[in-house]
């Protein structure tokens, strides 16, 4: 299954997934004609209860929320019914979580991208936050902010936690998340190394476009055989796989959930491998009129242009 976020005709974005490659599913509407059709009278109420317009919302409704999706979407696959649903291409694709509790990043989590930036391989994750702020729709303009002249690109595979973790061994840690999508951990290099703290070049708004959707476990069942791709207005800049982890996502759900309880809808961008602009000779950084594209295997295309905030 792939969530995704999506609007039409300038309204505000609803919940949704793929149903095939070429439709979207509006998840409370198609729940609400579910029940309506058995005789539920309160079913628009119940409906937008399991599926809110809020990806963390839909999240945390759990055992129930996943059922009801279960029971719906194969009753349309089954064709006994009829879903609301609309073409791809009449509806726009925001990113697909907007609300994450945290937004928790790692930094440092590829021997190659440690080498490139001449820092020591780590010897637990590096971990620093982002805010809902920093996230950005695809296609929406990544903002270089006022005073920086050295932004530049990270891409990064985002891991969406599906259930209330604590304390969660290495062999639990992939039952506790739901599913996995594309971060730019965008950063402004000369603001990021003011202080021994990096924050103030990674917290801006528009500094994590997320995207294009939400795959589930079902989609991914093994996040550490996955390539990761950056083109800077054409060019390849990054091109890496997960099978370089430092830290695997396993290690990373078992090392996080021992220090704070990760929650249904939390974020984590788990590092960048080799080719950030600050690593190459000479240096190169994101200018105005840029586009940036991600890939990562089976999570689609994640693409910003860049502008002067």
Known sequence: MKIVRFSQNGHAPR???FLGQDRVVDLAASCAAYL????VVRAEAIADALFPQSTRGFLEGGVATQEMLGTVLDAAKAGK???????VGA?????????PGKLICIGLNYKDHAAETGNPIPK????FPKWANAILDPGEPILRPRGSKQLDWEVELG??????????????ALDYVFGYTIVNDASARDFQFITSQWGAGKIADTFAPVGPYIADRSEIPDPHVLSLKTWVNGNLMQDGTTRNFIFDVRYLVNFLSGIITLSPGDLIATGTPAGVGMGRKPQVWLQPGDTCRM???????????????
């Open 124 to 127: 637990e994750p590096p971990i």
């Open 36 to 39: 309506a059709g058995r005789g």
């Open 15 to 17: 919940l949704g997934c």
């Open 81 to 87: 019914f009829q879903p609301v649903a609309h073409p």
């Open 295 to 309: 890939e990562i295997t089976g999570l689609g295309v994640l693409e910003n242009p860049v502008k002067d905030a």
């Open 159 to 172: 891991v969406v936690i599906g259930r209330t973790a604590r304390y969660v061994t290495k062999e639990q």
């Open 91 to 99: 509806v726009r694709l925001h990113a697909p979580i907007a609300d």
